[in-house]
């Protein structure tokens, strides 16, 4: 069984910063691309920010020179430092992973249960 679980989240005034790390733990042979998306009330959950084991990112428009995401691979873990956070960065924040728990299967893809991000003055 494998889980994903985020930290991190908060409140923050405009403006401000937050960094959500995400760990992954249980049987884990291998994680490939982690990613970071968002859903705000009412919105469909959208991607925000993506790696891939080697570093390699992807970032949405929206948040291009603003969200900086990492990982440590040693670590299991994923991290998004969100700066120059705005109002509409208000969402719940979920981290996704690509992972292969045996060897020579394929990855499957798991969801951690969110944190919520709230950007207000």
């Known amino acids: 069984q494998v889980q994903l679980v985020e930290s991190g989240g908060g409140l923050v005034q405009p403006g401000g910063s937050l960094r959500l790390s995400c760990a992954a733990s249980g049987r884990i042979f291998s994680i490939g691309v982690m990613g970071w998306y968002r859903q705000a009330p009412g919105k469909e959950r959208e991607l925000v920010a993506t790696i891939t084991r080697g570093g390699n990112t992807y970032y949405a428009d929206s948040v291009k020179g603003r969200f900086t995401i990492s990982r440590d691979n040693a670590k299991n873990t994923v991290y998004l430092q969100m700066n120059s956070l705005k109002p509409e960065d208000t969402a719940v924040y979920y981290c996704?992973?690509?992972?292969?728990?045996?060897?020579?299967?394929?990855?499957?893809?798991?969801w951690g249960q969110g944190t919520q991000a709230t950007v207000s003055s």
């Open positions: 996704n992973g690509a992972i292969i728990t045996y060897i020579g299967d394929r990855p499957s893809s798991y």
